[in-house]
């Protein structure tokens, strides 16, 4: 993070190449966040949907969605739009 700052603070004297690895890497961080705040979203707006139909612990990343897609018709709304909107969000990046 230090570097990241300092690289910000002397941009003006970086080389074409660094910059752009900057503009890169900052990127790279805005949707690492992104991402991290439509997780807690999605687990936030499914907790109670999650502990109703998804009992079983999940072995693998995933299976919580797969199990609240297969109990789709019986989710809250809240529940509902967050998988639709991290399903956007996963077809953006792909």
Do not use: W
């Not at 080389?15 to 979203?41: F, I, L, P």
């Not at 999940?58 to 018709?73: D, F, R, V, Y």
């Not at 989710?75 to 399903?87: D, F």
């Amino acid at each position: 993070m230090a570097i990241m700052n300092c690289l910000e603070l002397h941009e003006s004297q970086l080389s074409d190449v660094c910059r752009e690895y900057e503009a890169k890497m900052e990127k790279t961080r805005v949707e690492s966040r992104e991402a991290g705040m439509h997780q807690m979203r999605f687990r936030q707006a499914c907790k109670d949907d999650m502990a109703k139909f998804c009992k079983e612990p999940a072995s693998a990343q995933g299976e919580p969605l797969k199990c609240l897609k297969a109990h789709e018709n019986e989710l809250s709304v809240p529940c509902k739009e967050s998988i639709k909107a991290m399903q956007r969000e996963k077809e953006k990046t792909n």
